[in-house]
Structures are given as structure tokens and as C-alpha cells.
């Protein structure tokens, strides 16, 4: 009984092998894609820091000179 169980399950992983084919490009951008999501979470590229109106009050310094004290 287990051996035809085995069987089965092997069976059963051969079968969904085959519905795979030709995944190579699928494969690579998704390695591709996890690849640079890791870079830019250790790069810190998409966390969000501006400062808040705490830091710096609504209209207490000009456009030009926010830009100065915090480039982008």
C-alpha cells in the first residue's frame, strides 16, 4: 500500500514537470526581479524620508533652500 503511494506521488511530480516546459525567461526575470528587490532593500532606494512639517513648518524656509538642506 505505501509503495503504490510512493508511486503515485512520484507519478504525480513527474506530471507537473512536464506542464513546466519552457520556463527558462519566465525563471530569469523572476530571479532577476528578486535579485534587485534585495539590492535596493539593503540600498535603502525606496524608504521614504523626507522630513515632516515637524521638522521643517509649512512655509518657515523657501522651496530652494529645502532643496539645499535636503537633496534628493
Same mark, same amino acid.
Given at each position: 500500500?505505501?509503495?503504490?503511494?510512493a508511486k503515485a506521488? !512520484?507519478?504525480?511530480?513527474?506530471?507537473?514537470?512536464? !506542464?513546466?516546459?519552457?520556463? !527558462?525567461?519566465? @525563471? $530569469?526575470?523572476?530571479?532577476?526581479?528578486?535579485?534587485?528587490?534585495?539590492?535596493w532593500?539593503? @540600498?535603502?532606494? $525606496?524608504?521614504? @524620508?523626507? %522630513?515632516? *512639517?515637524?521638522e521643517? %513648518?509649512?512655509?518657515?524656509? *523657501?522651496?530652494? !533652500?529645502?532643496?539645499?538642506?535636503? %537633496?534628493k
Amino acid at each position: 500500500m505505501a509503495n503504490e503511494a510512493a508511486k503515485a506521488l !512520484e507519478a504525480l511530480q513527474v506530471s507537473k514537470t512536464k !506542464e513546466l516546459k519552457g520556463t !527558462e525567461k519566465r @525563471d $530569469f526575470l523572476i530571479s532577476l526581479e528578486k535579485k534587485y528587490q534585495r539590492k535596493w532593500s539593503e @540600498d535603502k532606494i $525606496f524608504e521614504v @524620508d523626507a %522630513p515632516s *512639517t515637524k521638522e521643517v %513648518p509649512l512655509h518657515s524656509i *523657501t522651496a530652494a !533652500e529645502l532643496r539645499e538642506q535636503q %537633496p534628493k
